[in-house]
């Protein structure tokens, strides 16, 4: 029920239900990221991928955070109004599943590399032409918190 541009609701969605599933996909992305870091690609030193990889090597998941459930938003790679139909639509999503008791986190490390990575969108299996726009690990909370995370004052100009 997301807005888009035009009403095109050009987002499509591929929810990973099994736990088992996502582990594995978790470990493409680990592989991703050591593929990067022996490559001595920037993108690894800018996002901390060596940490991360360290982690996963160590038993500790911090690409999908033992989430038990993934869901992927994708649209054709054409479709220019996609990303910002795929975004609202996540961020629905967000306050949606939230409001239904359920946790959620956007997992950008796996979305960047379902979009460079050949082993994850095979194991994937998007839509032939579509791209990954974003992805959400989807669970039951951990924690709950009693009050919003500290905000900065928005920036805003009065004319």
Not at 33 to 52: K, S
Not at 132 to 143: A, E, I, Q, W
Request: charge should be neutral; glycine fraction near 8%; proline fraction near 7%.
């Amino acid at each position: 029920y997301a807005p888009s541009g035009h009403n095109g609701q050009p987002v499509r969605w591929t929810v990973i239900q099994d736990a088992g599933d996502v582990q594995h996909m978790a470990g493409l992305v680990a592989d991703w990221m050591e593929h990067l870091i022996h490559a001595q690609n920037p993108l690894a030193t800018a996002l901390h991928m060596e940490r991360v990889a360290k982690a996963w090597e160590d038993g500790f998941d911090r690409i999908c955070r033992n989430a038990p459930h993934l869901i992927v938003a994708s649209a054709d790679k054409a479709d220019r109004t996609a990303p910002t139909a795929a975004t609202i639509a996540l961020t629905y999503l967000e306050l949606a599943a939230h409001a239904m008791g359920a946790g959620t986190c956007w997992a950008g490390y796996f979305n960047m590399a379902a979009g460079l990575w050949p082993p994850l969108q095979e194991a994937l299996g998007l839509p032939s032409g579509d791209i990954p726009l974003g992805t959400m690990m989807v669970g039951h909370p951990r924690y709950r918190y009693q009050r919003l995370a500290a905000r900065r004052a928005p920036t805003i100009t009065w004319r």
